[in-house]
């Protein structure tokens, strides 16, 4: 008959010795940095408009010979190839697939 009461009571001291977690417990804060990416603008707010080409075909057909059209295309062309070196800087520094302006 002793055993029957000794068991529960060994029972009973071994389960004082656990440290039981309560529920009146202050939750642990821990910060966490998470890095997020953000997209910027790729394209410069330095970067002007584009220019009023030369070359449109209303001039190149009000052109009264075919000195005066060969002289607008070429003045055309060096407009392009300037405006192409002030978007060629900037597109290469995009990453790729950015869409935004």
Avoid: H, N, W
């Avoid at 055993?3 to 010795?17: D, E, H, K, N, Q």
């Avoid at 821990?30 to 408009?49: I, Q, R």
């Amino acid at each position: 008959m002793k055993t029957l009461f000794l068991i529960p009571a060994l029972i009973l001291v071994a389960a004082c010795g656990k440290e039981v977690k309560s529920a009146s417990a202050e939750p642990v804060i821990v910060p966490v940095e998470v890095a997020v990416a953000v997209d910027a603008p790729c394209v410069p707010e330095t970067l002007g408009p584009a220019p009023k080409y030369v070359d449109t075909k209303e001039t190149l057909r009000a052109a009264p010979d075919a000195a005066v059209r060969l002289q607008l295309l070429y003045a055309g062309r060096a407009q392009r190839e300037a405006r192409l070196g002030e978007l060629e800087p900037v597109v290469d520094g995009c990453p790729r697939g950015s869409t935004k302006k």
